[in-house]
């Protein structure tokens, strides 16, 4: 089914029983024929963060956590957010043994949907770390043309520089739609960069030219990721967006050519 069939954008009652059939999975390989042949695109990680997960014990006393999901890349399918948040609110009123009970029955429902194994980490509410943003931020740079479209002729390596580079950027700047509600999604880009250095102002150009794309997450980090792939010629390369959190929730898509790459997930201050 496409995503039109979902609950996203639709007024919805949240339901007070455990119903894990409301998960919505969304096929991967659609929107990957484009840059079926590009290296690394099915490499990596997306890490969610859940923050209103809750359950009952078995005195019936409510229990909270925040919780970190991660979804490899590899998986056929996503899952779609809103139906995420559905799953875990009908959650709320269950009773579970123990935290490693309620851990396998949502580790068991997500695999199902996504067909592929999924992890779940459960934090204290006072526990995630906000992490700072690491490498250099171009937002202060001025781009020499724009686009208001995705347009990766913008893309182009720095001819001044003679040596290959190994580099780390990040924007604040991302911005895209969802491709259903039209609600705007912001984030925090990081590039990690070998080879012929690129042009700072023309990734940035890149960068802002999402701001009225209509597209998942997952998606447009992989087109960020295909696009430098292909134009810039990278002999690695690693692409990861933090993005704010809506609806409870934050997607961290992050995808690697090189598994030696992968980082670590972090939480950022606006997340």
Same mark, same amino acid.
């Given at each position: 089914m496409s995503v039109e069939h979902s609950?996203?954008?639709k007024e919805t009652q949240y339901p007070t029983q455990y119903q894990p059939e409301v $998960?919505? +999975?969304?096929?991967?390989? @659609?929107?990957?024929?484009?840059?079926?042949?590009?290296?690394?695109? %099915?490499?990596?990680? #997306?890490?969610w963060?859940?923050?209103e997960i809750s359950w009952l014990n078995q005195l019936g006393l409510p229990q909270v956590a925040i919780g970190r999901l991660t979804l490899p890349a590899s998986s056929p399918n996503l899952i779609e957010s809103k139906s995420l948040k559905l799953?875990?609110?009908?959650?709320?009123?269950t009773k579970f043994d123990s935290k490693e009970a309620f851990i396998e029955t949502v580790e068991r429902d997500l695999s199902?949907?996504?067909?592929?194994?999924?992890?779940?980490?459960?934090?204290q509410v006072d526990e995630l770390e906000i992490s700072k943003p690491q490498g250099i931020c171009i937002?202060? $740079?001025? +781009?020499?043309?724009?686009? @208001?479209?995705?347009?990766?002729?913008?893309?182009?390596?720095?001819? %001044?520089?003679?040596? #290959?580079?190994e580099i780390t950027l990040h924007s604040h700047l991302l911005r895209s739609n969802c491709p259903v509600t039209g609600q705007p999604d912001w984030g925090t880009i990081f590039i990690r960069f070998q080879g012929k250095k690129p042009c700072y102002r023309s990734l940035l150009a890149y960068i802002i030219?999402?701001?009225?794309?209509?597209?998942?997450?997952?998606?447009?980090?992989e087109q960020i990721f295909a696009d430098i792939w292909k134009l810039l010629g990278p002999q690695k390369l690693m692409v990861y967006a933090t993005?704010?959190?809506?609806?409870?929730?934050?997607?961290?898509?992050?995808?690697?050519s090189d598994l030696s790459w992968m980082p670590e997930p972090i939480r950022l201050a606006r997340q």
């Amino acid at each position: 089914m496409s995503v039109e069939h979902s609950q996203l954008g639709k007024e919805t009652q949240y339901p007070t029983q455990y119903q894990p059939e409301v $998960l919505f +999975p969304i096929s991967r390989a @659609e929107s990957r024929q484009q840059y079926a042949d590009v290296e690394g695109i %099915t490499q990596g990680k #997306d890490w969610w963060h859940v923050f209103e997960i809750s359950w009952l014990n078995q005195l019936g006393l409510p229990q909270v956590a925040i919780g970190r999901l991660t979804l490899p890349a590899s998986s056929p399918n996503l899952i779609e957010s809103k139906s995420l948040k559905l799953y875990f609110n009908s959650l709320n009123f269950t009773k579970f043994d123990s935290k490693e009970a309620f851990i396998e029955t949502v580790e068991r429902d997500l695999s199902s949907a996504a067909g592929a194994k999924i992890e779940l980490q459960l934090f204290q509410v006072d526990e995630l770390e906000i992490s700072k943003p690491q490498g250099i931020c171009i937002d202060d $740079l001025v +781009p020499e043309r724009l686009s @208001e479209h995705p347009d990766s002729t913008l893309l182009q390596l720095d001819t %001044t520089a003679e040596d #290959d580079v190994e580099i780390t950027l990040h924007s604040h700047l991302l911005r895209s739609n969802c491709p259903v509600t039209g609600q705007p999604d912001w984030g925090t880009i990081f590039i990690r960069f070998q080879g012929k250095k690129p042009c700072y102002r023309s990734l940035l150009a890149y960068i802002i030219s999402y701001r009225q794309h209509n597209g998942f997450h997952e998606q447009c980090v992989e087109q960020i990721f295909a696009d430098i792939w292909k134009l810039l010629g990278p002999q690695k390369l690693m692409v990861y967006a933090t993005y704010t959190r809506r609806g409870g929730l934050d997607i961290n898509p992050c995808r690697v050519s090189d598994l030696s790459w992968m980082p670590e997930p972090i939480r950022l201050a606006r997340q």
